[in-house]
């Protein structure tokens, strides 16, 4: 449950890519990306940052370690080639409507924590952010990565339950069950807004 909301907080919107979006989930993404837009209003609205967050891990040092399940290649010439084929397949875009406006903040992450070697938190301290939203895709990777990550510097955060979702249900679920009540509140779209109003 929401409690509230602080004064200054920010919705952290995370890897809402075309390549990341695309393809089977857990939950219907159009739906998902309804809800981050409707965030992305009442955020605006309000005064408040959007953080339009976006990962490009080809080549990072994340991606060359070994891993039962290699999404990636581990020399040049291959990062290079898939980097081309991503590109040209606009898997880096992020889907509309949810695109940056005048005056949001634009991140590039490289891993599954939008706040590892990137200005994320820098950027928020400046703007005297204590808190964050979070939402996008995917729940138990770049949403949970990023949570742990703003957990640890102190964050007060809040999770929109239904503008977020996995490949998988059971990650999906995983997270919302036993990590993310740990660490923040949780609660719906309507519910986050409504706090927008009330918050103190």
Not at 11 to 32: C, E, F, N, W, Y
Not at 89 to 96: A, M, P
Not at 118 to 129: K, M, N, S, V
Not at 140 to 151: D, I, K, L, P, Q
Request: net charge negative.
């Amino acid at each position: 449950m929401i409690t509230a909301l602080d004064s200054k907080t920010a919705l952290v919107q995370i890897d809402m890519q075309r390549g990341i979006v695309s393809g089977d989930k857990a939950h219907p993404t159009q739906a998902i990306i309804d809800n981050i837009a409707r965030l992305q209003t009442a955020f605006r609205q309000a005064g408040l940052p959007v953080v339009i967050v976006h990962v490009e891990p080809i080549g990072s040092p994340a991606s060359v370690v070994r891993s039962e399940r290699n999404q990636f290649p581990k020399d040049k010439a291959g990062q290079q080639q898939m980097l081309d084929q991503m590109q040209a397949s606009h898997f880096f875009d992020i889907v509309d409507p949810l695109t940056p406006q005048p005056g949001d903040l634009t991140i590039t992450k490289e891993t599954w924590n939008a706040f590892f070697n990137t200005p994320l938190h820098d950027e928020l301290q400046q703007r005297g952010i204590t808190g964050i939203v979070l939402c996008g895709i995917s729940t138990s990777v770049g949403v949970e990565g990023t949570a742990r990550s703003a957990n640890e510097r102190g964050y007060n955060i809040s999770f929109a339950t239904d503008a977020m979702t996995d490949n998988a249900l059971d990650a999906h679920n995983y997270s919302l069950k036993y990590i993310f009540p740990r660490i923040g509140e949780l609660g719906t779209t309507d519910e986050i807004i409504a706090k927008l109003t009330e918050r103190s």
